[in-house]
C-alpha cells in the first residue's frame, strides 16, 4: 500500500509565498520522477514543476522565477516553494510521484489528494 500526502496550502496574499509538501510512504522500491500539477476551475490540470530522481527539474513557464521544487530523497518528500503568488495561481495543487510499489514491481503514478492554494488580490 502507497500513500502521498499533502501539505502547505492555504490563503495567501498577492506577493506573499506557501510551501507544499508531499510525503510518499508505504511499501516502495523506489521512486523515480516527482511532480506538482495544478487544476483551477473551470481548468484542465496543468504541470507546475517536475523533477527527476537526478535533480533535473522542469517548470511551467508561468511560474519560472517563482517557484521552486525540490525533493528529499531520504523522506520520500516533495516540495514546492512557491513565491511572489499571484492571484492566477489559484488552483488546487496536486502531487505526482512515479514509484515501483514493491508488491507490483512496476513504475507507475501516485496522486496525493489535492491541496487548496488561494491567493487574493
Known amino acids: 500500500q502507497v500513500q502521498l500526502v499533502e501539505s502547505g496550502g492555504g490563503l495567501v496574499q498577492a506577493g506573499g509565498s506557501l510551501r507544499l509538501s508531499c510525503a510518499a510512504s508505504?511499501?516502495?522500491?523506489?521512486?523515480?520522477?516527482m511532480g506538482w500539477y495544478r487544476q483551477a476551475p473551470g481548468k484542465q490540470r496543468e504541470l507546475v514543476a517536475a523533477?527527476?530522481?537526478?535533480?533535473?527539474?522542469n517548470y511551467a513557464d508561468s511560474v519560472k522565477g517563482r517557484f521552486t521544487i525540490s525533493r528529499d530523497n531520504a523522506k520520500n518528500t516533495v516540495y514546492l516553494q512557491m513565491n511572489s503568488l499571484k492571484p492566477e495561481d489559484t488552483a488546487v495543487y496536486y502531487c505526482?510521484?512515479?514509484?515501483?510499489?514493491?508488491?507490483?514491481?512496476?513504475?507507475?503514478?501516485?496522486w496525493g489528494q489535492g491541496t487548496q492554494v488561494t491567493v487574493s488580490s
Open positions: 508505504g511499501s516502495i522500491f523506489s521512486i523515480n520522477a
Open positions: 505526482n510521484v512515479v514509484l515501483t510499489a514493491i508488491a507490483t514491481m512496476t513504475p507507475r503514478d501516485y
Open positions: 523533477i527527476t530522481s537526478g535533480g533535473s527539474t
